[in-house]
Structure formats: structure tokens, C-alpha cells
């Protein structure tokens, strides 16, 4: 496999009237051709941040202030608005939690996906309409020849989530990024969803991002797990070493939650209590300090760097290092 995408040291800021927001505060990573990667945490820890800096669709007081992002080879991070624009929806689709957002309800479904694909690849009507009903089968819509004449709010939710994955893919991008994707669908369509996904990146190979607060909806699409906290990566590592193996006390919560930790958990963890922290200010130690039961005197003063666990998976957490006291971990070894 070669690379896709690098991150390189990426730090985001947004511009308030109360301060500077870091919102990501110097996170690195890369993905392969054909990979499938979470980035997972909760709500405000930078996770839509990053995808949004990758896309380039900050808000207006958003900034990335340092940091690169090379994509398929190129720095993209040198892009002007016209260059990403060729990008964006090509070779880079996206899929957001609410599809009514990014549907338009005056134009027909058909119209949406045919006038996308003719802005993108300049072929004929005929071309876009035999290339958008062949998408609509793809991702499991019945009878698309009719649909495509349909309005969007003619379309279930589930319904409506295809069609955005058929719209986020019909320029057959080299990657998609899915913030969320599945968040608003009820339980039986959120796995269809992630099956379709997963079927999407196995037969065109197309490498996915996917960012959810739920590690649960990761495990069967990625392979590899980010967990992002205050801005950083404090975790990241193979979906089985981040399932069976973690090392980070933010990562056992997070664990906590998902559909069956009992499977996981040698006991019951009670919810990670407490705030995030503030960007604002961030904290000059471990993100996590404020709400760890763990924390030491070195995390309040030192932010610990991502420390090698094993072949690929680091974790940013004092109690991995050789002097920290030996702290058991409430996860099940996995066999
Ligand atoms: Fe807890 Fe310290 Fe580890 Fe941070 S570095 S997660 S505060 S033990």
C-alpha cells in the first residue's frame, strides 16, 4: 500500500472575541490507499476540526496555523480556493450526520447527483444519468430510475444517507471522509450504512475516514482507531490493539460505551465525569489530568508525547512510561 494522506503536525485555531481557540493542537497521522481509519472522541475534542482542515471548510474565524496536510502526494495546504474546489466532491467526497443539510430540497435527487458529476468529470446528460442510477444501485436503492426523480424529503433517513454516499462517491473519490455518518439513523439502518461502507472500500477501493464519539461503530469498517482529546491524538494504534490492548484511561471510557463492554470490560466503568478542557486555555499538561482518577503530579506540569506501545500503536498517557507506577487496566486481554 502507499500513502494517501499525511497530516503533519496539523494545529487549527479558531478567532473569537474571547481568544484563540486551539481547537487541534499539533496532531499527525497518515493513511494508506484503500485503508480505513476512525478518528474517535467526544464532541469538541477536534475531530470535525481536523476533517474540516483537511477539506479546507472552516468557518471564517477558523485557521490552520501550522502544519501540513499532503494529499495523494501534493501539499494541499498551499491550495488556493480554486484548486481545492477540484478536489473537494472529486477526489475527496464527504458525508455529513444529516443528510437534509447537504441535499438540496428543491432539486430532485436525480438532478442533485447528475449536476455534480457533469460539474465534476464534463460528460454528457446521458453519461451523469446512466453513471447516478448505476450509483443508486450501488448503494442499495431500489427501482433508481424512478427515484431519481424524486425530492429529497420523498426519501426515509436511511434512504436519504444512501444517497449522499452515492453522491459522495459517484466521482469515485480516492478518499471519503464520513463525519458521523450514522449518528441520527436508528440501530438496524446505522449497520447497513457501515456495511455499505465497508463493502465501498473493499471493492473500489476507496480509503475511508470515519469520525464518530462512538469507538462501537469503527470496529467492523477501520482499521486503524485515532482517539482525539483536547485537541490531540492521545491514542492511536490497530483496531485490535485499541479494543483489547489500550493504554490510555480516556480510551477505557470511551470502552465503556460501546454496545457490549461486557465482552471487554473486567468491570463495570461508571462514565468518564467531568469537562473537556478549554481551548482557550489549554491545559500545559495531559488534556486528560482534570478528569483522570490516575493523575500524577508530572501529567498536571508535562503533556506526555505519544509513547510506543508496540508496532504501530502509541499512547500518550505518563503511566506508560518505564518509572510510572503499574496502574491495571479494566479492559479483558483479547485471545
Ligand atoms: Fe491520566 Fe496522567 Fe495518563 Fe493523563 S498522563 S491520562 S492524567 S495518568
Redesign the pocket.
Known sequence: MSKLLEVKDLKTSFFTHVGEVKSVRGISFSLEKGEALGIVGESGCGKSVTMMSIMRLLQENGKITGGEVDFDGKNITKFNEKEMEKIRGNEMGMIFQDPMTSLNPVFTVGQQLTEHYIKHKKVSKAEADKKAIEMLNLVGIPSPEKRMKQYPHEFSGGMRQRVMIAMALICEPKLLIADEPTTALDVTIQAQILELMKKLKDELGTSIILITHDLGVVADVCSKINVMYGGLI?ETGDVREIFYNPR???TWGLLGSVPNPKKLLKEKLTPIEGQPPDLLNPPA?????AR?????K???ENQ?PLMEIGENHRA????NHPN?PK?ESPIKKGE
Open positions: 492521545v490510555h484511561p480516556y499538561g495531559c488534556p486528560f489530568a483522570c482518577k490516575y493523575a500524577m508530572v501529567c498536571l506526555p500518550a498517557c505518563w503511566l510510572a496502574v
